[in-house]
């Protein structure tokens, strides 16, 4: 059926299946704001849309006087961006899709976008495409290729004036956001289009519906494409394809909806800032313990690192992936392709959390117990229960608990001082 330009029937269109299976996502926000690399990627709009003092020192301190914000687009070099490097990485993360900024609220646009005109990555700075050269190295990886597209652009003249007709004119949906999408779309053919930046106007401003309506209908990724639910301004968690909700959010219970938890390594900012220090970044502990919570619970866990001016992803962002990685390499099996099971976490604790496949119950505990025995009250053994521990050979010996469930017997771990990495997986089979 061909769908139509209303949320009526665009909602109802089925979500292609990779996105559910795939669960594990690396976000990159690149962009001119990697230049002065400090506060936030909102850096031009705290600087000289709220003129908040911090960010007009900065400036004063660190640039020469009359500096505007276009002069540091030159600086976004790109110099040291090694795009099968950056695939070959989120490959060993176990990303199973990439979302790169293709443009942020500052409307430079990281592709030769024909109605940007010397704003954006062909025209100036690093002279190259960056969305084309991501893509293909991704897709020589086998990763899933996502694009973030912001509808707004701070400074943009023709939307400050339709801004201040109330959006009653359109001149710059017309002439600048439309344009953009579709190019993005027809040049690169992207598996997901992560949109932002809506929450200012309505759908009737926007044209959204139509545009989704072309994207679901005709356009060269009509069967695969995925979209977020960001498209207008209350659309979020209402409209669109999967849901974000909002910026980390966590729905504390099994949503009915295919969502997604957006979260960051830099607590602080989804962009490269130079004065980050360890202490505001996510621990392996947390990171692990965000995507089995979110999993659980049936959503996407997708990560964000922000790359360098030069294109350089800093080596703690990449240790943070890489444990990820090492974690999926061993746990995966509990992650990838899996959907929520009955009860989410054990009701005593926030520390073992379930999903399942088919029959098979997995049971993933983010703290190892003192002596050496698992305590699930959730899942009903049978005679035929077997249990096993990912990563570790043989089957594990079960008994059944004095209440109900099962107490199981862990393989025993080495007493060392240090608190052993986060996050273990027993598998269980014959239970219900």
Known sequence: PRYRPDWASLDARPLPAWFDQAKVGVFVHWGVFSVPAWGSEWFWWHWQGEHRPDYERF?????????????????????????????????????????????HHEGFTNWGSPVSWNWNSVDTGPHRDL???????????????????????????????DKESGFKTQNFVLKKTMPELYDLVLKYKPDLIWSDGDWEAPESYWNSTSFLAWLYN????????????????????????????????????????????????????????SNMNIAELMGEASIIEELVQTVSFGGNYLLSVGPT???????????????????????????????????????????????????????????????SILELSSPIPSPATQVTMLGFAGTLKWQKSPGKGLLITLPYMMPSPLPPQSGWTVKLEGVK
Not at 71 to 90: I, N, R, S, V
Not at 329 to 336: C, K, L
Not at 337 to 352: G, I, L
């Open 59 to 103: 400036v004063q301190r660190r640039y020469p006087p009359d500096t505007t914000y276009a002069d540091f687009a030159p600086h976004f070099t790109a110099h040291d961006f090694q795009p099968h490097e950056w695939a070959q990485l989120f490959q060993r993360a176990g990303a199973r899709y990439v979302v790169l900024t293709t443009k």
């Open 131 to 161: 969305v084309g050269e991501l893509g293909q190295a991704l897709r020589e990886s086998n990763i899933r290729y996502g694009l973030y597209h912001s509808l707004l652009e701070w400074f943009n003249p023709l939307y400050i004036a």
């Open 218 to 273: 005709d356009s060269p990724v009509k069967d695969t494409v995925v979209v977020n639910d960001r498209w207008c301004n209350n659309c979020s968690c209402h409209h669109g394809g999967y849901y974000n909700c909002a910026d980390k959010y966590k729905p504390g219970t099994l949503p009915t909806h295919k969502w997604e938890m957006c979260s960051s390594i830099d607590k602080l900012s989804w962009g490269y800032r």
């Open 309 to 371: 001016k030069e294109g350089v992803i800093a080596p703690i962002f990449q240790e943070r992936l890489l444990a990820l990685g090492t974690w999926l390499d061993t746990n995966g099996e509990a992650i990838y392709e899996s959907k929520p099971w009955r009860v989410q976490m054990e009701n005593s604790t926030d520390t073992v959390w379930y999903t399942s496949k088919g029959p098979v119950v997995y049971a993933i505990f983010l703290l190892w117990p003192q002596d």
